[in-house]
């Protein structure tokens, strides 16, 4: 049983190893799960599960391991008074004095009297002090009040229930929904490269080893310079129009870019829809905050990692015509892909990163077109470490979709 569970996680791509599996026996030896299926539980998660993003699948695969040792009920709670439990039927609330009179069970004498009056059921109760039902006094059954109940199906609408049958305690903790501040942060933890630039200041200590032997003895000190991030990173974002839902996400990102204080250097501008010959930095895109687009390619050169954040939506016009801008601020002879193709030309790398679901990407003309420019990831802790991964060189580049 306890191989089943361990080769189980590993058909569901649970990373559990040797190690793991290890210290999960030297926990029972000691007996800290306490002779409990419970604690067993507790105990085996907290030692072979090392991320909370598998909890749902040891969840399903503890279940299946061990249905039926333990607070399982197997045949008990069959698909027939599941559907007795459809529709419930409202009854009127119980007053305080009754509330009190009713019997008080344990744990233990709750299920198997459960178990005791699944057996002698044979049709849907609604209202009544027995059976398993909806509303009423009886403790089995949902709707109802009781004050060591036990709930058989449909919500929890009195919170009165000591016992739930068959439960999910856990929903499923996704990678790829759209990250709260700190899992950006560790998202982009990834994004260093360091080498070592500027004067000599560090003591290398082999090196200094080297040659002290070398001078039979006489110490001669070597140094060398610091190991610092040399990543430079420009960030080119829109804003604005279909960008608006996404104002908290795509807020997110440039807070943990800000505090992100590893970058040798940052800087981040806006656009709107499509970038243009200008840039701005605010969000307003007002005429002092312009910068000419032409003019930050000559400043930064191929070094700079590029992260353009968009949806990628608008009119194929403000993307393949000239003056095609839909704001005559940013409108210009060139059309728009022309200035991404530069962009993506000018810079070794660059990655567009996209706050809408991977679903909807090809519903635009325009995003298939600039997929075919920049590799696109979706801005979710899977997308973003999968963009940083890019960025640096560590990773694989997605190639580019066609139109």
């Known amino acids: 049983m306890f191989l089943e569970l361990f080769y189980g996680l590993r058909d569901e791509r649970v ?21 409990s299926l419970r604690h067993f539980y507790n105990l085996s998660r907290a030692c072979l599960v090392k991320n909370e993003a598998y909890f749902d699948a040891f969840d399903r695969v503890f279940a299946h391991v061990f249905e039926g040792v333990e607070g399982a009920f197997g045949d008990g709670i069959t698909e027939e008074v599941l559907d007795w439990l459809k529709d419930p039927k409202n009854f009127p609330q119980l007053s305080p004095e009754e509330l009190a009179a009713l019997e008080r069970l344990s744990g233990d004498e709750l299920m198997r009297r ?25 403790p ?22 000591m016992k739930v049958v068959e439960e999910r305690r856990f929903e499923e903790y996704r990678t790829d929904v759209a990250l709260d501040v700190r899992q950006m942060k560790v998202a982009l933890k990834r994004l260093r490269q360091l080498t070592r630039t500027g004067i000599d200041s560090e003591l290398d200590l082999d090196e200094t080893i080297d040659e002290t032997c070398r001078n039979a003895g006489e110490i001669e000190l070597v140094f060398r310079p610091p190991r610092r991030n040399n ?21 997110r990102l440039l807070t943990a870019l800000h505090e992100e204080r590893g970058l040798r250097a940052f ?32 400043r930064l050169d191929q070094r700079w990692k590029v992260l353009l954040v968009g949806d990628a939506a608008m009119h194929p016009a403000e ?56 590799p696109m990831y979706y801005l979710s802790v899977d997308g973003v470490s999968a963009a940083v991964k890019a960025l640096v060189g560590t990773g694989k580049i997605q190639g580019a979709k066609p139109a």
């Open 231 to 251: 990543v430079r990173l420009l960030l080119l974002m829109d804003v604005g129009g279909t960008m608006t839902p996404f104002y908290r996400p795509v807020s």
């Open 319 to 374: 993307l393949m015509e000239q003056h095609g801008g839909i704001d005559p601020r940013t409108t210009t002879e060139t059309p728009g892909i022309a200035w991404m193709q530069r962009i993506a030309e000018h810079f070794d790398r660059a990655v567009w990163v996209n706050p809408e679901e991977e679903r909807l990407w090809n519903q635009t003309h325009t995003n298939r077109l600039i997929r075919t420019i920049f």
């Open 15 to 35: 990373p559990v190893g040797t190690q793991e599996w290890l210290a999960l026996a030297d926990a029972i030896a000691l007996g800290l799960h306490g002779s």
């Open 140 to 161: 089995y059954g949902h709707g109802g009040v009781h004050p060591t109940g036990v709930r058989v199906g449909g919500p929890g609408g009195n919170r009165s229930a």
């Open 267 to 298: 800087e981040s501008y806006y656009f709107h829809n499509c970038i243009y010959d200008k840039l701005f930095t605010n969000a307003r895109m007002t005429r002092n905050a312009a910068i000419p687009t032409a003019e930050l390619l000559r």
């Open 114 to 138: 459960l178990l005791e009056t699944l057996a002698e059921q044979t049709e849907r109760h609604d209202g009544g002090d027995r059976w398993v039902g909806t509303g009423g006094r009886s």
